[in-house]
Every structure is written in structure tokens, then in C-alpha cells.
């Protein structure tokens, strides 16, 4: 999440970026691939795997959404909205952390991660920390965003949408990682 509006991404990496007043606290979005993997590494950071993106979602526990197993609701989650106005800050939700105290890891936004996409690739997948397909035509999206999580299922912590790169919407967003 970023305190910046995009103002303009080409969709090649570069992106204009103007600070905002009045929401520094709300998640960045209409940004494609491109852009956020280009801000992430301007901030030092980059995007997530898929995998760690589940893993920071999920826990250990193997829990249905971050918060655990109960449905989502308004308390948890930007859920079955109809209306962008009805975003809200990243920490408005507490209850809705994830087990490593990460809001907004469901609803709200579709998150990009750097992974491609592969439909199968999970089944081929290593055990130990997969690093996503070489290749493709589509990026992982992860999260479920606002106006298509009208079923519960779609904002389950191992929901996955593609996305090609170039995609830019208001219900797409991203979030950096970092190394330790």
C-alpha cells in the first residue's frame, strides 16, 4: 500500500506518481503489474510469490481467510459492496487481520503477486517456498476484490484470479515484501 495516487501507468513500468492528502491510508490500486513491481523496487522491496502471499493470508493453520474460519461480514472484510465509494483504510478492520496481523488480505482489493500464472501449478509445484512458473501470459492476482466477492468462496485465502500484466482497475491493487 502506498500514500501516493497513481496518476498515470503506461503499463510498461513507468508511472507517474503523485502524493495525495486525505489518503495516505488506503490502498493504492489502478496500477498494473508493471507499476507496482516497479514501485516496490523503488521502495527497496518487491512483489510477494504467490506463495508467500498465502502464506502471509493463511498462517500455518491452514485457516479458510486470514481472520480464520467464521464468513466474512462487514467487520472483516470490504465484502459484497457494490460501491468503490465503500473502500476503506488499510486498518479500518481488525478482525479481519491475518495470523501475522496483515489487514485487508481479503475483499477489498485484488493483490498482484510477482508470480505467472499456471493453472496447474500447484499440483506440479515444490512443497518448500514454490517461486511460480518461468513463464507465461497472465500474472496471480490474490485477495478478491470489492465488487466480485459476492460469494463467500471468492475471498477464501487460496482463491487465485489471472490477470495479464498490463491490467490496470480500481479493484486492483498490490502490497511490497521484503526480504528479513
Known sequence: YTNYLIEQDLGDGTVQ????????NYPANHISWYGAQTYCQSVGA?????????YAARGVDGR????????????????????????????ALPDGVSPFGLYN??????????????EFYYS???????QGPETGFARVVRGGAWPYN???????TTNRLSLAPDFISSTVGFRCARNP
Do not use: C, H
Open 105 to 118: 488480505m481479503a475483499g477489498s482489493l485484488w493483490e498482484w503477486t510477482a508470480d505467472w500464472y499456471n
Open 64 to 91: 479458510i481467510y486470514p481472520w480464520g474460519n467464521s464468513a466474512p461480514d462487514e467487520t472483516k472484510a470490504v465484502f459484497q459492496s457494490d460501491s468503490f465509494d465503500n473502500m476503506k483504510p488499510v486498518d
Open 17 to 24: 506518481y503523485i502524493p495525495t492528502t486525505g489518503f495516505s
Open 124 to 130: 506440479e509445484a515444490p512443497n518448500d517456498n514454490p
Open 150 to 156: 459476492n460469494q463467500a468462496e471468492r475471498i477464501r
Open 46 to 54: 518487491r512483489l510477494p510469490t504467490e506463495a508467500e502471499w498465502e
